[in-house]
């Protein structure tokens, strides 16, 4: 008998939303060479994160839910990789 399996949502948490919502915006950047995520202090591209997650938050989430966990991830990234040497981060 041939099974499907049910999909998994792309995204599994509220944090990994918000991630992506300021990727998509491009208020944030991935380190090129470790992966690190990375603060780009663009305030036009934090702007449309926040109204992203203000018009689109995801199932069960109020708009202020969404805008907090936005708010959040984006406080908790940095503007410099923390494994690049400081002169490699100049160049970038």
Do not use: K, Y
């Not at 599994?12 to 300021?22: K, P």
């Not at 036009?44 to 989430?61: G, L, N």
């Not at 936005?70 to 940095?78: E, K, N, Q, W």
């Amino acid at each position: 008998m041939l099974m499907t399996r049910q999909r998994r949502p792309a995204i599994r948490t509220l944090r990994g939303w918000a991630i992506n919502v300021l990727n998509e915006a491009g208020a944030i950047r991935e380190c090129d060479e470790h992966g690190w995520m990375q603060d780009r202090a663009d305030p036009h591209a934090r702007e449309r994160a926040f109204d992203i997650a203000r018009r689109d938050p995801p199932a069960d989430v109020s708009r202020q839910e969404a805008e907090a966990a936005v708010r959040d991830a984006l406080d908790s990234i940095g503007d410099t990789c923390p494994e690049c040497p400081p002169d490699e981060e100049d160049r970038r």
